[in-house]
């Protein structure tokens, strides 16, 4: 049975993809800041036939990330699949956004998830498992009013690939999802300029969004596959190339949406 750990797993894409691996017959370790809301998460995996656990953890903290991987090893002795999913979004302009916005943002999307990924490293390398992290379209195109979400998954992804050409030998498998736009809350509790919740959904621009089960399925089929890039959503493939070979079309096409 397979141990998978998923960060920021109590809502959203988080939870999607707990219930798609417990359904798989993996063992999962619901992890969120939110404490109360990872039990509850738990609760349903268990009340489904699962094996599950809910912790509360907060990865901007090492600490608490080093202590949510020993109560995993110590009651299942081991990782498999760490998932690094925890992420949170902000909106406004470069000019207009505080440097206490990024950072925050940067803590909970980048270090947040090299945090946990810290943590789990000598599980996973004993187990020769995976690790993978959610990116985004914004991991390789600007996203107008999103700098430091789009940072953030521009590092992610620096990160990721680096680590996967350091344990190339180790058998370590290094997973990146790409998705395009997940139908969660995200943006509903976006940080604005000031760092207060912003004033207006920060997805209220978004046209076409996946839901997150048809996410989760493929993130799980892609990281059950070994794949080191998983395209989620055919709109993601089309920005990819749209960004690369039309540049400027695409930051005219996003600016419209704006």
């Avoid at 521009?154 to 990721?160: D, K, N, Q, S, Y």
């Avoid at 919740?197 to 089960?213: C, G, K, N, Y």
């Amino acid at each position: 049975m397979q141990r998978v750990v998923i960060t920021g797993a109590a809502h959203g894409l988080g939870r999607a993809l707990a219930t798609r691996f417990a359904q798989a017959g993996a063992a999962v370790v619901v992890l969120d800041v939110d404490a109360a809301a990872a039990a509850r998460g738990a609760d349903t995996l268990v009340a489904g036939g699962a094996e599950a656990l809910g912790l509360g953890c907060d990865v901007t903290s090492p600490d608490a990330c080093r202590q949510a991987i020993a109560e995993v090893t110590k009651r299942w002795g081991g990782v498999d699949v760490l998932i690094n999913n925890a992420g949170i979004t902000h909106v406004g302009r470069v000019q207009e956004t505080g440097i206490e916005v990024l950072r925050r943002v940067l803590e909970v999307n980048f270090f947040g998830a090299v945090n946990a990924t810290l943590a789990a490293l000598p599980e996973l390398l004993a187990q020769r498992g995976c690790v993978a992290a959610i990116s985004s379209v914004a991991g390789f195109a600007p996203l107008a009013r999103r700098a430091g979400y789009v940072a953030s998954k521009h590092a992610l992804e620096g990160f990721f690939d680096t680590l996967r050409s350091e344990h190339l030998r180790d058998g370590l498998r290094v997973t990146l999802a790409r998705p395009s736009y997940v139908h969660t809350d995200i943006g509903t509790r976006a940080l604005g300029p000031d760092g207060r919740p912003a004033a207006a959904d920060a997805r209220s621009d978004v046209t076409h969004e996946i839901e997150p089960a048809v996410a989760a399925d493929q993130i799980f089929r892609g990281i059950e596959a070994g794949k080191r890039l998983v395209w989620v959503g055919r709109e993601a493939r089309l920005a990819w190339w749209l960004a690369h070979l039309a540049p400027r079309s695409y930051e005219r096409l996003m600016l419209r949406r704006q």
